[in-house]
Each structure stands twice: as structure tokens, then as C-alpha cells.
T-cell receptor, first 111, second 115 residues
Framework: SQQGEEDPQALSIQEGENATMNCSYK?????LQWYRQNSGRGLVHLIL?????REKHSGRLRVTLDTSKKSSSLLITASRAADTASYFC???????????FGTGTRLTVIP | DAGVIQSPRHEVTEMGQEVTLRCKPI?????LFWYRQTMMRGLELLIY????????DSGMPEDRFSAKMPNASFSTLKIQPSEPRDSAVYFC?????????????FGPGTRLTVL
């Protein structure tokens, strides 16, 4: 499968704590993207990191990419109850026009 | 722009009936994708179009599924006949050609229940 694998599958933390999700993939990529899905909604793009980048920040989000290990992590700092959602990584693979989505991490932030 | 529009939002039908899901991509987007999401299989790409032409339909589960894109602003995904195992949330997404690094914009989805 060309899909990414994410871990953990589910994560439950207290409000104010940091949440870290990991994504592993198998092929060469142009970039890696993270999406968020609230219950009953479509996916929403959060952040993109290019294959030649190692770290990127956007607000409370921090993404890292290690192409040698074919892995990425998404860190959400100072989590809020509103961050409760599923988070998916998606790889833009060399030679492909579509994205390959991971299996997702279900994050629950307890107020 | 209103974003990607899908209809209906919910569909309940009986086994054997024909189901048609509709999608209007964001104006100016050249690519359109149909996905299916279930708890068991996660998010699966079914088919995608570029400039109204189907490019890759290898994810379409079987001949009961068909998709069309008659023009740049409309696409349908049809299931005939439907079966209970088709119950899922179906998403449509679109993106620009050469756009922001292949970022896709998703619609709200159609929740299909086949009884």
C-alpha cells in the first residue's frame, strides 16, 4: 500500500498539554501535508512541509520531516478542547497527481 | 467561493436501489477526486479526474460504481445497484493544476446508508 501509517491511532490528553502524532510513509515524496477532520466534516488542510524542509511552524503547529527515515511528526502545543479531531498525514508522491492519506490519529483533548 | 459542494449530505436507501452522489468543485480547479471513508478501511481514493477526464479509476471497487464529469463544474458518483457494504461517507475534493503543492480542498461529504 502507498498509504502512510500513523501512530498512535488514538490519543487522549488534558487541555494545555502537547499532542504529538507520527506518520511514516514508503516512497519518495515532493511534500507531506497534514489535514484535520472534525467529526462529521470533510478534511481541512493544516500545513505542508516540502521534501527539502526539516521543520515548519504555523501557530501552535510544528511539523518535522525526516526523509531518510520516511517519517513526519505533527506537534500541537498548548492543546485546546477545540483541537479534538482526527488528524491525517498525506504524501504528495513523486510522479503522482493525487495524495496518499494515512490512517489517521484520533485526538481527544479533555477540558 | 463557497468551497466544494456535495449533495445530498445524507442518503438512506434500500439495497438494490441506484444512488447518485453529486459534487461541484471549486471554480477554476482542474482536478477532482472522489474518496470513500469507512471505519474499517479509512480514507480510500476511488477515482480522480483532470480537466473532466478520468485519470485513475483503479480505486473503484467494482462495476457497480461509476463516475462522470460532464463539465468542469459538476461530477457524479453512481452506485447501481447499491449494497449494504457501500455504506460510508463519500467525499469529493478538488485542487488547482500546479496549485499550492497539491493541496486538496474537501467537500463536507455525503453519508450513505444502504439498508
Amino acid at each position: 500500500s502507498q498509504q502512510g501509517e500513523e501512530d498512535p491511532q488514538a490519543l487522549s490528553i488534558q487541555e494545555g498539554e502537547n499532542a504529538t502524532m507520527n506518520c511514516s510513509y514508503k516512497t519518495s515524496i515532493n511534500n507531506l501535508q497534514w489535514y484535520r477532520q472534525n467529526s462529521g466534516r470533510g478534511l481541512v488542510h493544516l500545513i505542508l512541509i516540502r521534501s527539502n524542509e526539516r521543520e515548519k511552524h504555523s501557530g501552535r503547529l510544528r511539523v518535522t520531516l525526516d526523509t531518510s527515515k520516511k517519517s513526519s511528526s505533527l506537534l500541537i502545543t498548548a492543546s485546546r478542547a477545540a483541537d479534538t479531531a482526527s488528524y491525517f498525514c498525506a504524501t504528495d508522491q513523486t510522479g503522482a497527481n493525487n495524495l496518499f492519506f494515512g490512517t489517521g490519529t484520533r485526538l481527544t483533548v479533555i477540558p | 467561493d463557497a468551497g466544494v459542494i456535495q449533495s445530498p449530505r445524507h442518503e438512506v436507501t434500500e439495497m438494490g436501489q441506484e444512488v447518485t452522489l453529486r459534487c461541484k468543485p471549486i471554480s477554476g480547479h482542474d482536478y477532482l477526486f472522489w474518496y470513500r471513508q469507512t471505519m474499517m478501511r479509512g480514507l480510500e481514493l476511488l477515482i480522480y479526474f483532470n480537466n473532466n477526464v478520468p485519470i485513475d479509476d483503479s480505486g473503484m471497487p467494482e462495476d457497480r460504481f461509476s463516475a462522470k464529469m460532464p463539465n468542469a463544474s459538476f461530477s457524479t458518483l453512481k452506485i447501481q445497484p447499491s449494497e449494504p457494504r457501500d455504506s460510508a461517507v463519500y467525499f469529493c475534493a478538488s485542487r488547482e493544476a500546479g496549485g499550492s503543492y497539491n493541496e486538496q480542498f474537501f467537500g463536507p461529504g455525503t453519508r450513505l446508508t444502504v439498508l
